[in-house]
T-cell receptor, first 111, second 115 residues
Framework: GENVEQHPSTLSVQEGDSAVIKCTYSDSASNYFPWYKQELGKGPQLIIDIRSNVGEKKDQRIAVTLNKTAKHFSLHITETQPEDSAVYFCAASPSDYKLSFGAGTTVTVRA | NAGVTQTPKFRVLKTGQSMTLLCAQDMNHEYMYWYRQDPGMGLRLIHYSVGEGTTAKGEVPDGYNVSRLKKQNFLLGLESAAPSQTSVYFC??????????????FGPGTRLLVL
């Protein structure tokens, strides 16, 4: 099955700086890559996704890049704010309804 | 529109006891999923359903059963709870499309402690 690895497991950044989270996947058939944000005590919420026919996607302060040849994708958060503090999960979809998740990255934005 | 709701929010069980977790969605989604979340392991798929009356095994199905008698509800059962089933359980749902992946919407989670 699909195996998704996510790094780093924890990330501390100064407010206003950028944060980058990287993921790799194993199944070359995967073609959908969502990112979820989970705030304390809540369920994960989709923040951005990218499909395999696109190399980069941006939505305000967040962006995702995909390198299908290398089988890796990354989340970039610019101008970080305290409300960006959360756990972030990457995922890859090898089929039309299943997601395989990374282990998560705990992001802390220091004021 | 409540989205995805889960009942109960928190439960403590003794080893060997049984319980059922309820997931309900009001978005008319075809697909529903049960995940468990453990520290350092992300979310792992337990069982899923692609429609009313159908269920299938995910990555970690042992010790769990599910039922989808109504489109809007997906039940997760533990027949004989074990300490290894201490976890946070999330339900999710999504639309079904043949030509693209669809967003999965998650509930708030159920925290289960098995003593």
């Amino acid at each position: 099955g699909e195996n998704v690895e996510q790094h780093p497991s924890t990330l501390s950044v100064q407010e206003g700086d950028s944060a980058v989270i990287k993921c790799t996947y194993s199944d070359s058939a995967s073609n959908y890559f969502p990112w979820y944000k989970q705030e304390l005590g809540k369920g994960p919420q989709l923040i951005i996704d990218i499909r395999s026919n696109v190399g980069e996607k941006k939505d305000q302060r967040i962006a995702v890049t995909l390198n299908k040849t290398a089988k890796h994708f990354s989340l970039h958060i610019t101008e970080t704010q305290p409300e960006d503090s959360a756990v972030y999960f990457c995922a890859a979809s090898p089929s039309d309804y299943k997601l395989s998740f990374g282990a998560g990255t705990t992001v802390t934005v220091r004021a | 529109n409540a989205g995805v709701t889960q009942t109960p929010k928190f439960r403590v069980l003794k080893t060997g006891q049984s319980m059922t977790l309820l997931c309900a969605q009001d978005m008319n989604h075809e697909y529903m999923y049960w995940y468990r979340q453990d520290p350092g392991m992300g979310l792992r798929l337990i069982h899923y359903s692609v429609g009313e009356g159908t269920t299938a095994k995910g990555e970690v199905p042992d010790g769990y059963n599910v039922s989808r008698l109504k489109k809007q509800n997906f039940l997760l059962g533990l027949e004989s709870a074990a300490p290894s089933q201490t976890s946070v359980y999330f339900c999710a749902s999504s639309f079904a499309r043949s030509d693209r992946r669809e967003t999965q919407y998650f509930g708030p989670g159920t925290r289960l402690l098995v003593l």
